[in-house]
């Protein structure tokens, strides 16, 4: 019951500031969850669940090959594994997976795509895109129309 | 005695079995120069108003001796006295303690000589402060997050929103509770085949939100739990008061990280800290 006959040392531990100060909140949206409305973060954000509306982010979007988006998504980079139904605007990087499935219009500064992904809309990478929560005024580098299979 | 101080203790200690140790802890303090009035928890006794009256006779340092069940006795109306708090566990369960940095016994009369004092964040469901948790175990609830999206399992799931975070299991899953955002936690269930027989477990994953506030709400009545306080309704809003609670805690706090700390000391020693980072948690198939 009493403990104070036996004092436990924590001195071995160490102090908070060795592994917090963390730049921003992640965010994780996991199988299983659902998401409906405009979902707007200042961090990175993985989504493996469902998301009906919109995404914003100022950091990393990544979408997990288990994930469904109907959303028009904006953020400054983005690793895309899953389903998105709606447009994608990357203010730099896009990396799309294999697995990934993008019914609707791509805008980005530079992307790289693994052969098996499938597109379905214009596609416009190295154009200026908007930054997350701005209109964009795209300039077109490069654009495709159509079914895209790698 | 030193009027500046003020120790509430538990009613537990009244027990033969803690004799022994509230005499050392109070000598301890009396060679600190820090024994200070007591007020006694009881049944029927108002923790509020005994509290308030220590504060009005001078006390400008609470100290709550006991276990974190003393400490979820004390919380939700301390943030609004114009007081520092400090924490002596005597027993567990002492969760809080750990994360506070604050080992058990009269070691506690170091760190609170110490005073390194810490303005940590509130959570607050409703009309009540928590420093921990509100927990929802297993619910079909959803979140409303800053009123502009919604966040619920499909299936079903347990559903917290943390502060400073609380023991689940064998783990003590730490929020930060200096970053000025609470932390929602969605673990939903899932269907798996156990012999003929199809049970909903919880998934390994959990989604995790930071908000300011946010609203949960269910169509049937839910029971969620508050610092250990069982509530019960349809509805209830959460938000977060930023650097709301002055108190004293010991070097090996934990307060400005997040993750999972894993307790593998026979004593309940944390010995390990594991960062969550979403590169550990994700990765592509090749």
């Known amino acids: 019951m009493s403990m104070f006959t036996s004092p436990k040392r924590e001195d071995d531990m160490p102090e908070d500031h060795s592994f917090g100060g963390r730049p921003s909140p992640a965010t994780v949206i996991a199988g299983g969850v659902r998401v409906e409305g405009d979902f707007t973060s200042q961090g990175d954000v993985l989504i493996e669940g469902e998301v009906h509306g919109n995404v914003t982010t100022t950091g990393l979007l990544t979408v997990g090959p288990q994930a469904k988006l109907k959303a028009g998504v904006k953020a400054e980079k983005a690793i895309i594994a899953g389903i998105i139904e709606g447009n994608l605007e990357v203010g730099s990087h896009l990396d799309i997976k294999s697995t990934a499935s993008i019914l609707g219009d791509i805008t980005c500064q530079t992307a790289s795509v693994e052969s098996g992904a499938t597109m379905d809309g214009r596609v416009e990478i190295g154009a200026k895109a908007a930054q997350p929560g701005q209109k964009h005024g795209a300039k077109a580098a490069a654009s495709h129309d159509g079914k895209e299979d790698e | ?286």
């Open chain 2, 1 to 286: 005695m030193n009027p500046a101080y003020a120790y509430i203790y538990d009613d537990f200690l009244s027990d033969r079995g803690f004799e022994r140790d509230i005499a050392s802890l109070e000598t301890k303090l009396n060679t600190f120069e820090l024994a200070g009035r007591i007020g006694r928890l009881a049944l029927f006794r108002s923790a509020k108003d005994l509290v308030e009256d220590l504060v009005r006779q001078g006390a400008t340092t609470v100290v709550v001796v006991g276990n974190d069940t003393t400490l979820d006795k004390t919380m939700w109306f301390l943030p609004d006295l114009d007081v520092t708090v400090g924490y002596i566990p005597v027993t567990g369960p002492n969760a809080v303690a750990k994360l506070l940095g604050i080992p058990v016994g009269v070691e506690a009369c170091g760190v609170l000589a110490a005073r390194l004092i810490e303005t940590i964040d509130m959570g607050r469901v409703d009309d009540r402060y928590f420093l921990t948790e509100i927990s929802l175990p297993a619910t079909i609830a959803s979140l409303e997050i800053e009123g502009q999206y919604n966040v619920s399992s499909m299936h079903g799931g347990s559903l917290t929103v943390r502060n400073l975070g609380g023991r689940v299991g064998s783990e003590m899953v730490v929020a930060d509770a200096k970053d000025g955002f609470l932390e929602a936690v969605i673990v939903p269930m899932e269907q798996e085949r156990s012999s003929s027989l199809w049970k909903r477990v919880p998934t390994a994953k959990g989604t995790s939100i930071h908000l300011r506030h946010g609203v949960i709400t269910s169509k049937d009545p839910v029971e969620a739990v508050v610092d250990n306080h069982a509530v019960s309704g349809f509805r209830f809003e959460v938000s977060v008061v930023p650097k709301k609670l002055r108190i004293i805690t010991g070097r090996g706090r934990r307060l400005g990280a997040t993750g999972v700390l894993q307790d593998h000391g026979r004593n309940g020693t944390v010995r390990s800290a594991q960062k969550r980072s979403l590169t550990a948690r994700f990765s592509f198939p090749r």
